[in-house]
Structure formats: structure tokens, C-alpha cells
């Protein structure tokens, strides 16, 4: 949460010549509802079965198109997503900052942030992701680096670097 996972990714979609899709964003069209109202009203299982189908279903769509996607900060936590993901054979990138610094980012947009609860549970909770994401993705730091300096890494370590390709 917080770490730069829509802007960098919209970032080095633009920098690719590729398109950007965001998970959260496509369930919310979806739904006709933002992440923090399925929270509220459904539930953290029922928006992780969305989030599980949703993947299922964008993961089938990308054979037809050089894509960036931005999954929400849980997805990879839950094992179904992970098999899903490995499955693909696709790279997945773990942005990330000091907790301090992901806190702060975080703070203007605590309303719309359902796991958002207070600091300690912020620190706990990105502990848990922290570890669960530095199994099997590559990591990126972001502090103190802009948007598009880590979308520039990105592509440096994916071996993309100077590619601008169209679909």
C-alpha cells in the first residue's frame, strides 16, 4: 500500500508504447463500486474472490497485448493469485519503501483505503506483504526516487530499456 503500484505502472506503461490496466479499477467497473464499499459492505472475502476472478479472467486476456497491470496491494497473498501468476510465467515486481515512508503516502487517502486502519496495523500488515512478496518477485525500491526513475529501472531490469513497442 502506497508504494507507487497505479502511477508507476501508468508510468512505464506510457514509457513502452503498452497498455496499463489496473485490477482494482476493473473490478470497481465491474461492480459499479469502489474497493472501500465491496469492503464495507461484502467483506474482505467477498472483494478477494472478485479480486481471484477478475485476475483469472485479465491473466486470459494477455496474449493479445504487451500490458502493465497493477494488482492491489493483497492480491499476491492470496495463494489461488500466486498460482495464477506463476502459472503465467509472467514477472511481478514488488515496489517498495521504508513502512515510514508508505505510511506517509498513505495518509491522504485513508478514506478510500479499507485496510487502512491505524499505524500499528499498517506496520503489521506490511510486514506480512513485505515478507509474502519478497518470495518469488523481484524487488523494486522506490524511496526517494520519482515515478518515472523507478519506471526506468523497471525496464533496466526487465531488459526493456529502450523499448518503445506498440500493440
Not at 490496466?21 to 472483494?47: H, K, P, W
Amino acid at each position: 500500500m502506497g508504494a507507487g503500484k497505479t502511477s508507476v505502472g501508468q508510468a512505464l506503461a506510457k514509457a513502452l508504447g503498452w497498455r496499463f490496466l489496473d485490477l482494482d479499477a476493473r473490478i470497481e467497473a465491474r461492480t459499479g463500486r469502489c474497493v472501500a464499499d465491496i469492503f464495507a459492505q461484502d467483506g474482505e472475502g467477498s472483494f478477494r474472490k472478485m479480486e481471484h476472478n477478475e485476475l483469472r479472467s485479465l491473466l486470459g486476456e494477455l496474449d493479445t497485448a504487451n500490458t502493465v497491470v497493477s494488482l492491489g496491494g493483497g492480491a499476491w497473498m492470496q495463494s489461488a493469485n500466486t498460482a495464477l501468476l506463476r502459472s503465467a510465467s509472467l514477472p511481478v515486481l514488488f515496489l517498495d519503501a521504508p513502512v515510514e515512508e508508505l505510511w506517509q503516502r498513505c495518509l491522504p487517502e485513508q478514506k478510500a483505503r479499507p485496510l487502512l486502519q491505524g499505524e500499528e496495523a499498517f506496520r503489521e500488515l506490511y510486514a506480512a506483504r513485505r515478507k509474502a512478496y519478497a518470495e518469488g518477485t523481484l524487488l523494486v525500491e522506490t524511496q526517494g526516487r520519482s515515478i518515472d526513475e523507478v519506471a526506468s529501472q523497471i525496464q533496466l531490469l526487465l531488459g526493456l530499456a529502450g523499448t518503445n513497442a506498440t500493440t
